[in-house]
């Protein structure tokens, strides 16, 4: 049940900082050809001269995150999440991971004409257990 809630708590969290989870613009990214990013963290107060790896980002060719990895400060992997897109940049697939690298669940998103029509959402079996379909009323 705690790790229910704790992934729910998890998966809030990326809803509110997916547009801000980068500093750099996929365009940046991609023209200046970055693979990943890594972000050190210095406790300095603390006293400790070393730093501990905080975050951690890789990019495809086109700039976008194909892959996230948070780290708490005793390297623990707190938050792992890998992306898959289509050709317009959409995210087709997230996939949640535990600290040991295996998925935890999946979600899978479907575009059409450019909107997305349904969201699959998977366990860690890859059995379909809850969908979403999304539908649209246009306007006159």
């Known amino acids: 049940m705690k790790t229910i809630k704790i992934t729910a708590l998890l998966f809030l ?3 509110l900082v997916v547009p801000t989870l980068k500093g750099q ?3 940046d990214i991609r023209e200046r050809n970055i693979r990943s990013q890594t972000v050190l963290e210095y406790f300095v107060e603390e006293g400790i001269p070393d730093p501990v790896v905080e975050k951690k980002e890789v990019y495809n060719e086109e700039g976008e995150i194909t892959e ?5 400060r005793n390297g623990v992997v707190q938050l792992w999440e890998k ?6 940049g959409n995210i087709i697939e997230q996939q949640f991971l535990n600290n040991k690298g295996k998925v935890d669940k999946r979600e899978e ?3 059409k004409d450019g909107l997305r029509v349904e969201r699959r959402f998977y366990d860690d079996r890859g059995r379909l257990y809850k969908r979403k379909v999304y539908e649209y009323e246009y306007r006159d």
């Open 83 to 88: 992306y898959k897109y289509d050709e317009d």
């Open 13 to 15: 969290i990326l809803l």
């Open 109 to 111: 998103t479907v575009y």
């Open 68 to 72: 996230i990895i948070e780290y708490d």
């Open 25 to 27: 613009s996929t365009k």
